[in-house]
């Protein structure tokens, strides 16, 4: 959690703040014959220190991709390689599909999101007819005319085109031949209203991503309602109500359900209640209120229930007593106070708790210190108080903790020192002193840890200096820590991810950071460090970091 600046959430989601590019790259195990990469990875796990070292093919295929154009492409001309990956590559285009396609049969995958590949460049791949996965992503130049070209890769088992404006129902006909089709990505395309018509075929279809298609209406779902292997279907900021839902009844291996945003109603549950294989339900942000939500208690086998953002009261939380194999619950700013958790006390199951931005306090804790398989709890932004934080002391299998409120102090802190399990501590607002970092020593398994709540000095941090197991520190906003910081945590090896916005670093600081080798996001925003420093620091001792700021 957490940034190097205020991070109160903001409810809406700005759809065009959504990434691009952070598509996975398709590869077949066993397969070297590949072309393109990319050294950065995701943020999620810069983060979360997930990403492994680039092998030397990988170092070796960036370079090439350095200089890579659509005259130097012809050395790979008639290569069968069978995996190309050039999604956001700059200069992409129709010219460079004759040699793509000269893979033939070879050619199992290919991503060119982002490029300005045309409804005639699609034609070259006519012949590559064991073609597998086809990543077309915000691909703006392609149009219905262009989806006939694809329509004979009846081999093809992965097929994206998010966001793209061009693409409407009667083009969509082209997929209906594509018969093996396992998973469809059409994320943010306005123009499909009436097009599912055409997936009524598709029997092999596992998983279908209509995110943010506003278009799409109750009519659009009842072609799906055949699909009986779809295990996954996502139609959040839809114009979907009960009446859609209902379609879905049949669905019986229907394990992921996404209807953020829906205008769903609670009787919505009542076809829900039908689906026994469902793990997962986000209806963050619909109109859910408390009238119907005693079809809850009929779900017996929901593990993950997501209702953040909705219109639900204390009254509601009385239908979720039945829901006994619950293990995911997220009332993320829904308007719930210490009176419901009462409600929670049977949740034996539970392991994920999100209760941030609501309206309980340290009374409220006390309903939950009895779930003993609780892993994770978020109580930012909440009336939590330090007292309160007592009554989690016996969680012993928690393992990550949020605890982003001003009102947490260092008494809070030592309130929590029995959790020696902790592995992901936010205490980014929090008002956590030099004193207060003594009580981190008991957590010596944290991977994660965040104080930013401007209170430490450099004498703090040397409380942190042996948590030798943290991968993700995030120190900014004290704006008293000095170069004498960076010198304190260079032990920390496995560190990934820093962040000591904010503060009193200067150039002659980054030398403590070379022993950081695994370093991959690194970020000293309005310090005094300049951007060819970290630049230096990234070339002779860095050679995994990969995101910096200032940049």
Request: glycine residues 8%.
């Amino acid at each position: 959690m957490g940034g190097a600046c205020s991070r109160k959430r903001d409810p809406q989601v700005n759809e065009d703040s959504l990434q691009r590019g952070v598509s996975g790259k398709y590869c077949r195990i066993g397969s070297s014959k590949w072309l393109g990469t990319s050294i950065s990875r995701p943020a999620l796990d810069i983060l979360q220190g997930r990403g492994q070292c680039p092998s030397l093919m990988e170092l070796c295929i960036y370079k090439i991709r350095e200089c890579l154009t659509d005259v130097s492409l012809k050395a790979f001309q008639d290569c069968a390689l069978q995996d190309i990956y050039l999604g956001e590559y700059p200069g992409v285009s129709d010219s460079w599909m004759d040699v793509i396609s000269s893979q033939g049969v070879s050619l199992l995958s290919v991503d060119l999101s982002g490029s300005e590949i045309t409804n005639s460049g699609l034609i070259h791949l006519k012949d590559c007819t064991n073609l597998q996965a086809l990543n077309l992503n915000y691909c703006d130049q392609i149009s219905d005319h262009g989806l006939k070209h694809i329509s004979g890769l009846s081999n093809l088992t992965t097929l994206s085109f998010r966001r793209n404006n061009a693409i409407t129902a009667q083009g969509m006909s082209a997929f209906s031949s594509l018969v093996n089709l396992v998973k469809l990505d059409l994320e943010r395309c306005p123009g499909i209203h009436g097009g599912l018509i055409h997936l009524k075929g598709l029997t092999k279809l596992e998983s279908l991503n209509i995110n943010m298609c506003h278009c799409i209406t109750d009519a659009d779902l009842k072609p799906l309602s055949g699909l009986t292997n779809l295990k996954g279907l996502e139609i959040s900021r839809s114009k979907v109500t009960d009446d859609g839902v209902a379609y879905l009844k049949g669905l019986h291996k229907l394990a992921l359900l996404n209807m953020e945003g829906c205008p769903v109603t609670a009787a919505c549950l009542e076809s829900l209640s039908d689906l026994p294989s469902l793990l997962s339900l986000n209806l963050n942000r619909s109109m859910l209120s408390d009238d119907g939500c005693e079809n809850f208690a009929r779900q017996e086998n929901l593990r993950v229930l997501n209702l953040g953002f909705n219109d639900l009261t204390d009254a509601c939380l009385v239908h979720l007593k039945g829901l006994t194999n619950l293990e995911s619950l997220n009332l993320d700013s829904c308007r719930i106070c210490d009176e419901g958790l009462a409600n929670l006390t049977g949740l034996r199951h539970l392991k994920c708790l999100e209760l941030s931005d609501t309206e309980v306090g340290s009374n409220g804790l006390r309903h939950l210190s009895g779930l003993a398989n609780l892993e994770s709890i978020n109580l930012s932004f909440t009336a939590v108080t330090d007292s309160g934080l007592r009554k989690l002391s016996a969680l012993s299998s928690l393992k990550s903790l949020n605890l982003d409120a001003r009102q947490i102090t260092d008494a809070g802190l030592a309130a929590l020192t029995s959790l020696t399990g902790l592995t992901h501590l936010d205490l980014f607002g929090a008002r956590i002193t030099d004193s207060g970092t003594s009580y981190l020593r008991n957590f010596k398994n944290l991977q994660s840890l965040e104080i930013c709540g401007g209170g430490l000095t450099d004498a703090g941090v040397k409380n942190i200096k042996d948590l030798t197991c943290l991968t993700v520190l995030n120190l900014s906003q004290n704006c008293n820590l000095t170069d004498k910081s960076l010198e304190l945590i260079s032990g920390l090896t496995a560190l990934v991810s820093l962040s000591v916005s904010n503060s009193r670093i200067t150039n002659a600081g980054l030398q403590h950071l070379k022993q950081l080798k695994n370093l991959k996001s690194l970020t000293l925003d309005s310090c005094k460090v300049t951007v060819n420093d970290i630049k230096k620091l990234q070339s002779k001792d860095l050679p995994n970091l990969v995101s910096f700021r200032p940049e």
